[in-house]
């Protein structure tokens, strides 16, 4: 199965699994599973083949709807970014060069190497590689603080707890990120770096996606428009 995915104005396919596996689980709002091959996804309506019988849901009555494939176990990621609607894409590498955030796809979505290229703007996190329990509880901690800033967080030595500093990220690459603190630009070793968090107020106005898509390798779209023969997603631009 491949979704096109539309990032601001770039294109890029992303195969989330094999067309066979079109055996899904889906769950309704009253509690109840539904077992099935997906047939058909589009206005609103899907339809499943259960148990010999044709069953049709529309999406308002629709909690969730897990592929088999999903159930595999997660492959490791290098880093994942976190785009301002609440999009995480996992990628092998990501540079920042002129304001623009350069992603390389992580292979196991993708039919073939894709490289992508958005404006920073739309890039709200990235975190460096698999974190533990503890540390994904910091990494939320610090994002809930809310500080008017960019956020550069470390580790300053090998496990030790995360740490944090507030000041301007400016490029990113492969072996440094350069930080601005106290009117001072500092090239911080990658090494060091568990990831870092930008400065991006959420506007009051932001419209909402009609659904949150998960796949493997923490794959996570939000979606505003669904069909089965491809899933199509448009992200905010840095001026809506």
Same mark, same amino acid.
């Given at each position: 199965m491949s979704w096109i995915v539309f990032i601001g104005t770039t294109m890029l396919v992303a195969q989330v699994a094999p067309v066979v596996a079109a055996e899904v689980v889906a769950t309704r709002l009253d509690g109840q599973s539904l077992g099935g091959q997906l047939q058909a996804w589009s206005d609103g309506t899907l339809t499943l083949q259960s148990d010999g019988k044709r069953v049709v849901i529309v999406e308002p009555e629709l909690i969730s709807i897990r592929s088999h494939a999903s159930m595999r176990g997660e492959p490791a990621v290098e880093f994942v970014v976190e785009l #301002?609607? &609440?999009?995480?894409?996992?990628?092998?590498?990501?540079?920042?060069? %002129?304001? $623009?955030? +350069?992603?390389?796809?992580?292979?196991?979505?993708?039919?073939?190497?894709?490289?992508?290229?958005?404006?920073?703007?739309?890039?709200?996190?990235?975190q460096f590689g698999q974190f533990s329990t503890e540390d994904a509880l910091v990494w939320d901690e610090i994002s809930a603080f809310h500080l008017p800033g960019d956020v550069l967080v470390i580790r300053r030595r090998a496990e030790a707890k995360l740490d944090h500093l507030q000041g #301007?990220? &400016?490029?990113?690459?492969?072996?440094?990120?350069?930080?601005?603190? %106290?009117? $001072?630009? +500092?090239?911080?070793?990658?090494?060091?770096?568990?990831?870092f968090q930008y400065y991006r107020p959420r506007p009051t106005d932001a419209s909402e996606g009609a659904c949150t898509i998960h796949a493997v390798g923490g794959l996570q779209i939000v979606a505003k428009h669904l069909r089965y023969d491809c899933l199509l997603y448009t992200s905010p631009s840095p001026r809506d």
């Open positions: #301002v609607d &609440g999009t995480r894409l996992p990628v092998n590498q990501y540079t920042v060069i %002129d304001g $623009e955030a +350069i992603l390389e796809l992580a292979p196991f979505w993708t039919p073939r190497h894709q490289t992508l290229r958005v404006p920073v703007e739309l890039v709200r996190a990235v #301007v990220l &400016g490029e990113v690459t492969t072996d440094q990120v350069m930080f601005s603190l %106290d009117d $001072e630009t +500092i090239p911080v070793s990658r090494s060091k770096v568990a990831g």
